[in-house]
């Protein structure tokens, strides 16, 4: 018990600390990487809790996810070493006072709520990962294949934003250079 | 009540606020989807936490989760298409540069 | 305890290869060249570049190691002989060699230098390319095994060792492996002739040395996971498990070694081209298979 506290904790104020992180920085691959490191702490954070299927899960995606957000940051800034030290914010007071007020509406829920029994002990990891197969191929399969549907449709419409607009075809041969 | 639950719903709710902070604070597309991955990213933390302490017996629970990962990675997926098309078009994902998306 | 014998075993492992690859390169087989060589690196200045982001370069080489020595701790050698037997354990895998990538970015960017700046988000492109087929051929190895628990993986190819039972998968991994690995046809990262070392090329002395092990160690671990998920881990007559496993893993390491040295590098662009149009699919068709055969033969 203590010990999962403990663990819950220090990977909980990793992950905040990365989160941080990820604002404060001017270096872009310091910010995307620390949006990664944050984004296993929370992996680590599941592990800690017994859900291993997600925690597993969540450090792969991570790892890759963030990558790919590391050379899109380096491919759209203006200064992505950082090197200038280029303020890259805007309504600072606003939004600090925004995030803060949420944070402390959230963390008043947390601890002014009643959670009501708490359950002491997890199911087993292996037990974990194929009753999650059975309820996902199951029950909630729909969800499942709306979700594998959704990431299809994402794929597609991201792509077909992304490439250039084709020139109109010109069959009268008019201005052809330009 | 058990101080692992109420930990876990605290880093949730922090990296909520910090997430939000980033959101509004950042200029770049880049930037602010970065803040939105960290709000999600609080989510998780307070639906596995849900999942482990109140109903272990319920993996709607897991799938939830794994339903907010997947918004995590379209999320990305169409942000990226986006951005990708506004520089092209304009040369920046600057969000004080967009006003032109204004209706 | 079993923590000590599996690290040795990476590490005699990693000696042997060492010893293999300067005897490509040198043509002399020295027993004691991978010791001379690394104390060789440790004498040496250690140069830092200019104006590097000192927090990249110093972590990238350990968090290589660390992933790749990660990978190994969930492969098992012999029945009980495992550090962590998880019940993910095939889904730990994939997620411990994600972060080579996170390491060759980190590794690249940190130095503050153009090659291997190139060197690294090349092998973000590798990446795209080999990891779905990393995923899709475990993925047909579990649905056999109906297990992600390593131990039994290897227990169901007890009758029927899985290069037999799925040898599209074995060579969709085993190419793949070796793209992750950045070995040479794939070696885009560090390509000597293009990029001067690329990700390699800012490192110098313990770093290098420290690279270095991690890079070997990482063909370790890859050989050791196709011999877990395809040729059967520790099974086999006569011997004891654990040198069973040990033969297998160092012939699909040094096969990785022997591939490399007679082909040409391969262009990025082919790779991802390749692996997209023909691999994928492929890859599928595996998973395919594999269900109708489960389905189909008792």
Redesign the interface.
């Known amino acids: ?1 203590y010990i ?2 403990f663990f ?2 220090v990977f ?2 990793a ?2 600390g990365f ?2 992180v ?2 404060r920085t001017s ?1 872009m ?5 620390a ?2 490191f ?2 296993t702490a ?1 992996g680590c ?2 592990l800690a ?6 925690g ?6 991570m ?3 963030m ?12 200064d992505p070493g950082g ?1 200038g030290g280029m303020d ?5 007071r ?3 006072g ?3 007020i ?3 509406t ?2 008043a ?3 002014l709520s009643d ?2 029994p ?9 037990m ?2 194929r ?2 197969g ?3 191929l199951g ?2 399969m729909l ?2 294949e709306t ?1 594998a549907v ?2 299809l449709t ?2 597609i ?6 490439i ?1 607009a084709r020139e109109p075809a010109n069959h009268d041969h008019k201005e052809t250079s330009r | 009540m058990t101080p692992v639950l109420i930990l876990a719903l605290l880093t949730g709710a922090v990296l909520f606020g910090v997430g939000v902070y980033g959101a509004l604070s950042q200029t770049n597309l880049v930037m602010i989807m970065m803040g939105v991955e960290l709000i999600l990213a609080g989510a998780l933390v307070n639906l596995v936490a849900f999942w482990r302490f109140l109903h272990p017996e319920v993996y709607s629970g897991q799938m939830f989760v794994l339903v907010v990962m997947t918004v995590m990675a379209v999320e990305m997926a169409v942000g990226f298409g986006v951005a990708t098309a506004r520089f092209r078009a304009k040369g920046s994902v600057e969000m004080e540069e967009a006003e032109d998306l204004k209706g | 305890m079993s923590i000590a014998i599996v690290l040795f075993a990476l590490l005699v492992t990693a000696w042997f290869l060492a010893m293999i690859e300067s005897w490509t390169a040198t043509g002399r087989l020295h027993p004691a060249a991978p010791l001379l060589s690394g104390l060789a690196h440790l004498g040496r200045e250690s140069v830092v570049p200019r104006t590097p982001d000192r927090v990249f370069f110093e972590t990238a080489p350990v968090l290589l190691l660390v992933a790749a020595m990660l990978g190994a701790a969930v492969l098992p050698l012999a029945p009980n002989l495992i550090i962590a037997d998880l019940a993910t354990g095939a889904l730990f895998f994939n997620a411990a060699l994600a972060y080579v990538l996170v390491a060759l970015i980190m590794g690249g960017w940190g130095p503050n230098g153009a090659y291997a700046m190139v060197g690294g988000w090349r092998f973000l492109g590798q990446l795209i390319a080999y990891a779905m087929l990393i995923v899709m051929p475990i993925t047909a190895v579990a649905m056999r095994a109906e297990s992600l628990v390593n131990t039994a993986i290897v227990g169901s190819q007890e009758s029927l060792w899985n290069i037999v039972y799925q040898p599209l998968g074995f060579v969709l991994f085993y190419i793949a492996a070796m793209a992750l690995a950045f070995r040479p046809p794939f070696d885009l990262p560090t390509a000597e002739g293009e990029l001067a070392g690329g990700v390699d090329a800012e490192y110098t002395g313990v770093r290098l040395a420290v690279l270095r092990l991690a890079r070997l160690l990482l063909v370790v671990t890859l050989a050791s996971a196709t011999t877990v998920f395809y040729l059967g881990g520790w099974h086999g007559p006569l011997l004891p498990p654990w040198a069973w496993s040990l033969i297998k893993t160092l012939a699909v390491a040094v096969s990785m070694l022997l591939v490399g040295h007679y082909l040409p590098r391969i262009r990025e662009a082919d790779l991802l081209g390749w692996c997209w149009k023909l691999g994928i699919p492929l890859a599928l068709l595996n998973i395919f298979i594999v269900g109708l055969l489960i389905l189909v033969v008792p």
Do not use: C, N, Y
Request: no cysteine; charged share 10%.
């Open positions: 018990m999962q506290a819950v904790a909980g104020l992950a905040i989160g941080v990820v604002f270096s691959v310091r910010s995307a990487l949006l990664l944050s984004q929370v954070m599941f809790m017994q859900s291993e299927f997600l597993v899960l969540q450090i792969m995606m790892a890759t996810e990558s790919i957000m590391a050379i899109f940051m380096v491919m759209f800034m203006m090197l890259m914010s805007h309504q600072k606003f939004s600090l925004a995030g803060g949420a944070a402390a959230a963390i829920v947390a601890l959670w009501g708490v359950t002491a002990e997890a199911p087993d990891a292996a974990q990962t009753e999650l059975f309820e996902m029950r909630s969800i499942f979700a959704t990431i994402a794929m419409a991201a792509t077909a934003t992304a250039p």
